[in-house]
Nanobody, 114 residues
Framework: QVELVESGGGSVQAGGSLRLSCSGSRINLNTLDVGWYRQAPGKQREWVGNITDAGTTDYAASVKGRFTVSRDAARNVVYLQMSRAKPDDTAVYYC????????WGRGTQVTVSP
């Protein structure tokens, strides 16, 4: 059974950093586009950034210059490096990929305090 698992969430003060991980089981993330999304309380889920199978990255305007998506091919993991975090970044963060079907992880909570 294909599974995505996010980890690395937690609490951080504004201006701080966190690194989130998305691990794939029974799916090779290195050959797929992988996206990060987030959902804040009372808001719709929104796209944060993604990495293509070729390694190209793209970001939402709200995080560009502060967040970086990368992958570790040997570990089959995609990372979201959060830097200069803001309280508005507080949300549950999810990773997503698609291979014949859509796959989502269960999410990891990130809380940024002022």
């Amino acid at each position: 059974q294909v599974e995505l698992v996010e980890s690395g969430g937690g609490s951080v003060q504004a201006g701080g950093s966190l690194r989130l991980s998305c691990s794939g089981s029974r799916i090779n993330l290195n050959t797929l586009d992988v996206g990060w999304y987030r959902q804040a309380p009372g808001k719709q889920r929104e796209w944060v950034g993604n990495i293509t199978d070729a390694g190209t990255t793209d970001y939402a305007a709200s995080v560009k210059g502060r967040f970086t998506v990368s992958r570790d091919a040997a570990r089959n993991v995609v990372y979201l490096q959060m830097s200069r975090a803001k309280p508005d970044d507080t949300a549950v963060y999810y990773c997503h990929t698609r291979f014949k079907a859509n796959y989502w992880g269960r999410g990891t909570q990130v809380t940024v305090s002022p």
